[in-house]
Every structure is written in C-alpha cells, then in structure tokens.
C-alpha cells in the first residue's frame, strides 16, 4: 500500500481523494518508481475536478508528471537507483499517474533526470516548462531572431507562459506577456518581461488581419487570442500553440497565413519522441534561469493538490506548483 490520489467513478458520482492505494491498482509496466515530487498542470486540474473528461478509466491516479528513483526495472536502460523524470504518455489519463508514492510505466516513457536539477526542481518546470521550451524552440527553428521585433506569450500568470518568458527573455528576446490579471504585472516583469497587456485586447473577436506587431508568440489560450494574435503577426512571423484555456476554437481565417506568410506551429508535449524531449530538456538546463525559476514555483504537499486544483483552472494560481509527493 502506498499514499495517493485516486479518482473513481461509480454510481454515486465522479470523486477524487487521498487514500491509501493497493499496488494491485497499478497497470503493467516494465520500470516501477519511488514518486519524490509531481506538479499540478492545468490538465492534472481537469482530471482531479472532473471538469473535463480527461481521465479515460478507472479507478485513476492522477498527475502528468513525476520525477524520482527507479527502485525495480526490467528495461534495459534502466537500473534500480537511476533518476528520472516522466512527461505526458497519457499518465495520469488512461495510466496511473504521478500524484502518489509509487508509479509503474513502461521505461521507453523515461527521459534521465539532468545533471543540472534537482527532482524539485525538474517538477517544477514539470510539462508545463517542458512545453515552453518546445514553443521556444520552434520559434528559434522557424528562424525568429531576437533582433526581429517582440514576442507576445498570452496566458502569461501560468505555468507555461512564465517560463516562456523567463526562457525568451534570457536569450534576449523582448518579451510581451498577455494576462487577465494586471496587478501581477510586476511578477511577469521580474520574469523578463518588457511590457504586459491586458488580455482583453485579445479575447474578443477581431479583424482578419491587424496592425502587424509580433515577430513571434507563444499561445497558451486558443479560441479568439489565438486568432487575434495570428492576425497581428508580422510578415513571415511564427506562431506556437500549446493551450486551450481559453478554448478549442479557432476563428480566424486564412488571411494571416496566405498574405503574411505566417506559420502556426502546433506544439505537443504528450507524444513527443524522446529525441525532441531529450532536446528540449537539455535545453532547459542551459536556458533556464534556477533564481527565476525559483520566483515562479510554490510547494505544496500532496494532500494540497485536490484543493488547489479548483485554484488552478480558477486562475487563481500563478506560475508553477510543485508538489511534495513523500511525507
């Protein structure tokens, strides 16, 4: 038996809580971890409320993430006492995820903890980080150039936008973060941002085409910013979506794309092949600022993540929450 959350579903409604959880809940896998830390992603926060139906059997433990020691493994890359970490895979979906003591996965999932971070810390660039550094990274690969002009990131308080920024910025980009919430202005300016908008300059539907502004954005939104912020990219610019927040939808046109020569780029984290999560990981521990990424993160103990999950797609949390998996 070990601690965790667990998500059931039966007659008397959808529930999650913190339980003791018999190792026989646990699916097949080739690689089984002692679980140190996890995190609470926007999705961890749809799977623990049931507000969208991302878990796809049951019962579940939840949490996209992990990160901890290998303690019994049959793959041939992995030996007992290895670290690592997991993103995405769809643990936490429809395999037992991060958010308790013990996980078991298939090791083909597993990316080695880098040299550079702590398990704490890794958590708490967790996917959300992760799925940053891949937006910054398709931009740089489209051939956006910190001389180009600014950036926009939209969602800018949460998990994947104050990395972002915290990335562009220290690679010498100028930064403009989109938010809902002014008052955190000066948190996303000690980020590295340069200047910060209200996010209802972007949520509402605007023209085909507009002022062209940005050389680059990342997107963590959808619907109306993600069209708005395609039709005031700069001729050639690029455009990387990674969320929904603000819904699936997507209404635009094709204007941005045909007259401009914008590309969107879709970015997902989930099924990534490992060569491109290697990349990406390797890259964080190079780009990432450790006193930045400390500004950004909040510690809670697993027995907080239920609670906090209702903050989260509230938007009521900033930055990244790492969460305390052992007692």
Not at 224 to 249: I, P, Q
Request: net charge neutral; hydrophobic share 45%.
């Amino acid at each position: 038996m070990f601690q965790g959350i667990l998500i059931n579903k039966d007659e008397a409604g959808y529930h999650a809580a913190l339980q003791a959880i018999d190792e026989a809940v646990l699916p097949a896998g080739d690689v089984t971890v002692r679980v140190e830390w996890s995190t609470l992603n926007y999705k961890d926060g749809l799977a623990i409320t049931g507000r969208s139906p991302v878990v796809r059997r049951f019962p579940m433990i939840p949490g996209i993430d992990f990160a901890g020691t290998v303690s019994d493994s049959q793959h041939p890359l992995w030996q007992k006492g290895d670290r690592v970490i997991l993103n995405g895979w769809g643990v936490g979906e429809t395999h037992c995820g991060g958010l308790a003591e013990v996980a078991r996965v298939k090791g083909d999932w597993l990316v080695r903890l880098p040299e550079a971070f702590s398990a704490r810390q890794a958590m708490a660039i967790g996917t959300a980080g992760y799925t940053a550094m891949l937006c910054v990274m398709a931009l740089q690969k489209h051939g956006v150039l910190s001389t180009d002009g600014e950036i926009l990131v939209t969602g800018a308080n949460g998990g994947v936008g104050s990395v972002a920024i915290a990335l562009l910025a220290r690679l010498g980009y100028r930064v403009v973060a989109s938010t809902g919430r002014p008052a955190e202005a000066d948190y996303l300016k000690a980020l590295g941002a340069e200047s910060v908008i209200d996010r209802a300059e972007l949520a509402t539907p605007g023209k085909p085409l507009a002022r062209e502004r940005w050389a680059g954005v990342v997107d963590t939104v959808g619907s109306h910013t993600l069209a708005n912020a395609c039709a005031s990219t700069r001729y050639g610019g690029a455009v990387a979506a990674c969320g929904l927040a603000g819904g699936m939808d997507f209404p635009s046109s094709v204007a941005p794309f045909i007259l401009r020569g914008v590309t969107l780029y879709g970015i997902d984290s989930v099924m990534a092949p490992l060569a491109l999560r290697q990349q990406a990981w390797n890259r964080l521990a190079s780009d990432l600022d450790p006193e930045k990424l400390a500004a950004m993160t909040v510690e809670i103990g697993l027995a907080d993540a239920i609670g906090e999950a209702e903050k989260l797609l509230a938007g009521q949390v900033r930055g990244r929450l790492v969460v305390r998996v052992q007692s």
